[in-house]
């Protein structure tokens, strides 16, 4: 069964959030999910305020159902850098794979990657991937999440009977 992923984005950022800068990455989160083919519940832009994310996040996962939010920015050693903390928070099971893979293959392409904090996790039947704030970083990423997204959220539904087939290649675990 082919399921169309319903999605949220979230873009924490201050100086998008006051207009002084286009939000890049939000945009380059949006085509890709919709090229997955994803539904886009939300696009929120938010200052980095851990209260705020986490609120959003909430929001996201259990007004709206969301099966997949994506966060954008607040990932780095910046003091208000906390997107990670915030999810942290909110989530009820970490995904370690998820950012392992992400700044694995992030940093054969640029080796400050190895400073993304960004971590991934379940609340309920959403999975929530913090993702950088760079659009490169953003489009690296979604070299690697992209052929597992629907994957993972037909694990979270459910929905998968058989791993061998659900992923094209053959020798995928979960």
Same mark, same amino acid.
């Given at each position: 069964?082919?399921?169309?992923?319903?999605?949220?984005?979230?873009?924490?950022?201050?100086?998008?959030?006051?207009?002084?800068?286009?939000?890049?990455?939000?945009?380059?989160?949006?085509?890709?999910?919709?090229?997955?083919?994803?539904?886009?519940?939300?696009?929120?832009?938010? /200052?980095?305020?851990?209260?705020? #994310?986490?609120?959003?996040?909430?929001? $996201?996962?259990? !007004? *709206?159902?969301?099966?997949?939010? =994506?966060?954008?920015?607040?990932?780095?050693?910046?003091?208000?850098?906390?997107?990670?903390?915030?999810?942290?928070?909110?989530?009820?099971?970490?995904?370690?794979?998820?950012?392992?893979?992400?700044?694995?293959?992030?940093?054969?392409?640029?080796?400050?990657?190895?400073?993304?904090?960004?971590?991934?996790?379940?609340?309920?039947?959403?999975?929530?991937?913090?993702? /950088?704030?760079?659009?490169?970083? #953003?489009?690296?990423?979604?070299?690697? $999440?992209?052929? !597992? *997204?629907?994957?993972?959220?037909? =694990?979270?539904?459910?929905?998968?009977?058989?791993?061998?087939?659900?992923?094209?290649?053959?020798?995928?675990?979960?």
């Amino acid at each position: 069964m082919t399921i169309m992923l319903k999605a949220g984005i979230l873009t924490a950022s201050d100086r998008s959030h006051r207009g002084e800068r286009e939000d890049k990455s939000g945009m380059i989160l949006k085509e890709n999910l919709e090229n997955v083919p994803a539904e886009i519940l939300a696009y929120q832009v938010i /200052p980095d305020e851990k209260e705020e #994310i986490k609120k959003m996040l909430i929001h $996201l996962a259990d !007004v *709206l159902h969301c099966d997949l939010i =994506l966060t954008t920015g607040g990932t780095g050693l910046a003091l208000r850098d906390l997107t990670p903390e915030a999810t942290r928070e909110v989530i009820e099971k970490e995904i370690p794979g998820i950012a392992e893979a992400l700044r694995a293959a992030s940093m054969l392409k640029k080796k400050t990657a190895m400073l993304s904090r960004g971590i991934a996790g379940v609340r309920g039947r959403t999975l929530i991937i913090n993702l /950088p704030g760079s659009p490169k970083a #953003i489009e690296d990423s979604f070299e690697v $999440l992209g052929p !597992v *997204l629907k994957h993972a959220v037909e =694990l979270l539904k459910g929905e998968v009977r058989d791993c061998q087939t659900s992923l094209s290649s053959p020798h995928s675990h979960s």
